[in-house]
Nanobody
Framework: QVRLVESGGGLVQAGGSLRLSCACS????????VGWFRQAPGKEREFVAA????????YYADSVKGRFTISRDNAKNTAYLQMNGLKPEDTALYFC???????????????????WGQGTQVTVSS
């Protein structure tokens, strides 16, 4: 497992932007795929975006395609989620997660990740 720490959440008006960061203190981060998930009160945790260990492949939920961009900088052991055109329905607690399994089918499922951060709150006002 790796230890992950999210940051960058906050309160923003609809249409605004935020960039979330997911930092890891361990070099093993380089070999882990990273996913971003979110959970609103009373709702299940849902997939937002994911990126392969090399950064060559990215995956997005339909609800965020064209607005959010996932990236990573392995030299800094950090993954990012750039969120533009935020909507009130994007309000949630955002988590990053990581795992080092092979393949790509697993990125969409929170149960497939062995490491999680504590979450960072994103609130979008209308």
């Amino acid at each position: 497992q790796v230890r992950l720490v999210e940051s960058g959440g906050g309160l923003v008006q609809a249409g605004g932007s935020l960039r979330l960061s997911c930092a890891c203190s361990q070099r093993a981060f380089h070999s882990h795929g990273v996913g971003w998930f979110r959970q609103a009160p009373g709702k299940e945790r849902e997939f937002v975006a994911a990126i392969s260990w090399s950064g060559s492949s990215t995956y997005y939920a339909d609800s965020v395609k064209g607005r959010f961009t996932i990236s990573r900088d392995n030299a800094k052991n950090t993954a990012y989620l750039q969120m533009n055109g935020l909507k009130p329905e994007d309000t949630a607690l955002y988590f990053c997660a990581a795992d080092d399994r092979m393949g790509s089918d697993w990125y969409y499922f929170p149960s497939e990740y062995h490491s999680w951060g504590q979450g960072t709150q994103v609130t979008v006002s209308s």
